[in-house]
Each structure stands twice: as structure tokens, then as C-alpha cells.
Nanobody
């Protein structure tokens, strides 16, 4: 059973930056397309970025140009660099396979103040 542990969230002012990390256990990390998701209060969880095993990336329109997803297969870790943060980015951020195939971790809270 793969376990996912997200970290790096916090409180930041509008326009600031954060870098999230997600460490995965298990030996099959490198073959999966990985994604970062977020869930704001009262809203459904949404996929904001994904990265394939070949490092091809794709972003939701709402974060394109501001967020960058990357991965380190040796460390079984996926990252999300978030720049130019906006209050509407406030949410709990989670990682998972792009198809949400693994059990969810606890997530990491990102709060952007205006």
C-alpha cells in the first residue's frame, strides 16, 4: 500500500511563493503520472497539475504560468513550486496519481492572505 506524505504548506501573502513536496512509499512511483490536487472549502477536489513519467507536464488554466510541477524518481517525490500566489489558491493540497489511484494523504494547507 503506497503512502503519500505532503508537506510545505503554510500562510503566505498574496504574490508570495511556496514549494510543496509529496513523498511516496512503494517501488512503483516512477511509472505513474503524478498529480497535485487541491480542495478549497465547500468545493470539489480538482487537479491543478500533472507530470508524466517522461516529465511532460500539464496545468489547469487557473495556475498556468504560476505553478511548476516536477519530480525526483530517485527520491520518490513530486514537487509543486507555486509563485504569484493568489487568495483563490487557498486550499488543502494533495498529491496522488493523476487518476487518483492511491489512498489520499493528509494534504498540506495553503493559505494566501490578501
Amino acid at each position: 500500500q503506497v503512502q503519500l506524505v505532503e508537506s510545505g504548506g503554510g500562510l503566505v501573502q498574496s504574490g508570495g511563493s511556496l514549494r510543496l513536496s509529496c513523498a511516496a512509499s512503494g517501488s512503483s512511483f516512477s511509472i505513474y503520472t503524478m498529480g497535485w490536487f487541491r480542495q478549497a472549502p465547500g468545493k470539489q477536489r480538482e487537479l491543478v497539475a500533472k507530470i508524466t513519467r517522461a516529465d511532460n507536464t500539464n496545468y489547469a488554466d487557473s495556475v498556468k504560468g504560476r505553478f511548476t510541477i516536477s519530480r525526483d524518481n530517485a527520491k520518490k517525490t513530486v514537487y509543486l513550486q507555486m509563485n504569484s500566489l493568489k487568495p483563490e489558491d487557498t486550499a488543502v493540497y494533495y498529491c496522488n496519481t493523476a487518476g487518483s489511484g492511491w489512498s489520499w494523504g493528509q494534504g498540506t494547507q495553503v493559505t494566501v492572505s490578501s
